[in-house]
């Protein structure tokens, strides 16, 4: 189990949350091979390395392999792969390194669930621009996940910005039907009626990178509120 952060790390963290997803993508070194470090915290683990910050990076960059070479990441590919590949390996992020010896070593799921988080103001902005959502339906409406989360049975509501993207989703879910939900009735009707039944609502902030759950009274009044 990691050890809870210090508050010089988190604020390191929480920069590079703002920043990558502000930007819509992160830096690592173009050497591969040079872009991870030993754990200070952890015996064993792999802390690989990424700066929000073109100057930050280069820096190190210099600093760690005598050139200034960086490869950038998409925060999506960021997101969708190299956080589950590093998690997979038991590694670490390294948000915005710069060799103190209190460093930012995130866990790779606590720092997607960050981004999906800090991106998802953006991603409803998107929502309310294009003015409708898709829904996966069955004969009797909106099609519902159940799931068992500490002995307790709930029902999630998936809702996708594009349509392509709930296509897959029926497919996976053996559906048949696509509702096309206009953002008005979306708000009007269909989040208050997941509310009243207490169930979760499932968006993707971030392209590839999994559903983020929330309260559907949560989303509704962050939608209102664009």
């Known amino acids: ?74 925060l999506a590919a960021f997101a969708s792969e190299i956080l589950p590949g590093l998690r997979a390996g038991k590694g670490l992020a390294g948000t915005d390194w710069v060799a103190d010896p209190i460093e930012a070593e995130v866990d790779p799921a606590d720092l997607q669930l960050r981004l999906k988080a800090d991106a998802l103001p953006g991603y409803l902005r998107t929502l309310a621009a294009k003015g409708e959502v898709y829904l996966v339906a069955g004969d009797d409406g909106p099609l519902l996940q159940a799931i068992t989360r500490r002995g307790a049975e709930l029902y999630l509501l998936h809702v996708f910005a594009v349509r392509a993207d709930a296509e897959r989703y029926m497919k996976k879910a053996g559906a048949r039907k696509i509702m096309t ?40 009044n962050r939608l209102m509120a664009v």
Do not use: C
């Open 181 to 220: 939900d206009p953002i008005a009735d979306f708000t009007a009707s269909t989040l208050p009626w997941a509310a009243e039944r207490g169930h979760l609502v499932v968006v993707e902030p971030i392209p590839g990178a999994g559903g983020y759950e929330s309260r559907a009274e949560d989303l509704r």
């Open 1 to 74: 189990m990691l050890a809870a952060p210090r508050i010089p790390e988190l604020g390191q963290r929480d920069r590079f949350v703002r920043r990558a997803v502000k930007e819509g993508r992160v830096l690592t070194l173009a050497d591969e091979e040079m872009a991870s470090v030993p754990s200070q915290k952890f015996p064993g683990r792999t802390v690989q390395l990424f700066w929000s910050s073109p100057l930050e990076a280069k820096r190190w960059a210099e600093a760690l392999t005598g050139n200034a070479g960086l490869q950038e990441i998409s």
